[in-house]
């Protein structure tokens, strides 16, 4: 089965928006009249540009209207943020990677994604809870894609599942839009209909069709399957370390995304096999072990925080990173899916003994 893991894998709409910074308006400049005036103009004082509310540019992107934005950049729209603009994933749905890489064990977060693929964020609970990963290695890096983790061995000699994980779960490749809180981009990317964002993971939809799914953007985590779809069952997983390849999206269950130590994982050797996998006399490196925060002591959990996208303070992040200022010479105007990562406050993450 990982053998044949994605081994077939391989500016549509310009933004209507007028959203001009004092600094970057995009009116022609006045032409200067050859004649000298009579008349004595007035000195005037120029007025500082209005403070915008939390949430008055978003509403300025829905309605197209023209705004006044403040020249602030995405640090310090958070600098500001309350601590209500911030949200504390469940423990239950955090799972801590410890790698040895070096003296010091590497860690890597991870947030597992139950709304989108319930049964495989169950199972890899249970994988977890019963110390499958644990000893085992990571078997795949192939540059500017994803990093591979798992069993590196199949057929009768393969690790058995602890109780209660199960062997065959369905395909988990989309879910029903309707219920979820879906907080849209302005801006489409031609992957899909519309983008957004759930709890913080990077969302494509089709809203005739009723359906989500998790986009394969930078750090987004899936999981592994051979040539039938429903053959994944999150016993091997692996993360996007590259360019992000859309072409997999509702091709395979995305079960989690990396809130923190995506580095530790994109920084390992390329493996010289096909597809980045590990050949003869090249070392894999270890898992150490996996929990869940939730079975950690809870003086011992990391302090894990994210910006909720259902905020003002996300709207105006957004316009911050759509409309630059500052050392931008050319101000881009807009952002796109991938590279919209939900920022995340995480203290307390060292190892632990």
């Known amino acids: 089965m990982i053998a044949s893991l994605l081994a077939r894998a391989g500016l549509i709409t310009a933004l209507a928006l007028t959203l001009l910074a004092p600094d970057h308006s995009l009116a022609a400049p006045a032409k200067k009249s050859s004649k000298t005036s009579a008349v004595t103009k007035k000195k005037t004082t120029a007025k500082p540009a209005p403070k915008v509310k939390p949430g008055a540019v978003a509403a300025a992107i829905a309605s197209g209207a023209a705004v006044n934005l403040p020249s602030r950049s995405p640090a310090e729209v958070l600098s500001g943020a309350p601590e209500e603009a911030w949200r504390n994933p469940a423990p239950e749905n955090l799972v801590l990677m410890e790698l040895q890489t070096g003296a010091a064990p590497a860690q890597v977060l991870m947030e597992l994604a139950p709304r989108f693929a319930p049964a495989h964020a169950s199972n890899i609970r249970a994988l977890v809870r019963g110390g ?5 290695a990571v078997l795949r890096v192939q540059d500017n894609f994803v990093t591979q983790w798992g069993d590196p061995t199949e057929g009768e000699g393969a690790r058995a599942l602890p ?3 199960s062997a065959k779960l369905p395909a988990e490749f989309s879910t029903a839009l309707t219920p979820l809180p879906f907080t849209p981009l302005a801006e489409t990317d031609g992957w899909a209909p519309g983008n957004g964002f759930v709890d913080g993971f990077p969302v494509a939809v089709d809203r005739e069709k009723n359906k989500a799914w ?10 592994g399957r051979g040539s039938e779809a429903d053959s994944s069952n999150g016993s091997s997983l692996y993360a996007v370390i590259g360019q992000a390849p859309r072409a997999l999206d509702l091709n395979i269950t995305t079960v989690a995304r990396v809130l923190k130590g995506i580095e530790h994982l994109a920084a390992l050797p390329r493996g010289s096999g096909q597809m980045g996998f590990y050949g003869a006399g090249e070392t894999r490196t270890p898992i150490l072990r996996t929990r869940l925060l939730a079975d950690m002591p809870e003086a ?3 302090s894990v925080k994210v910006l909720r996208d259902d905020h003002p303070v996300w709207n105006d992040w957004v316009a911050a990173r759509r409309n630059r200022s500052g050392w931008f010479v ?3 105007g807009r952002v796109d899916l991938c590279s919209t990562t939900p920022p995340v406050r995480i203290t307390g993450l060292e190892a632990k003994p």
């Open 300 to 302: 011992e959990r990391p």
């Open 330 to 332: 050319h101000n881009p």
């Open 132 to 136: 499958y990963f644990d000893g085992l």
């Open 214 to 223: 998790i986009a394969h953007c930078y750090g987004v985590i899936g999981a």
């Open 163 to 165: 109780a209660g994980a």
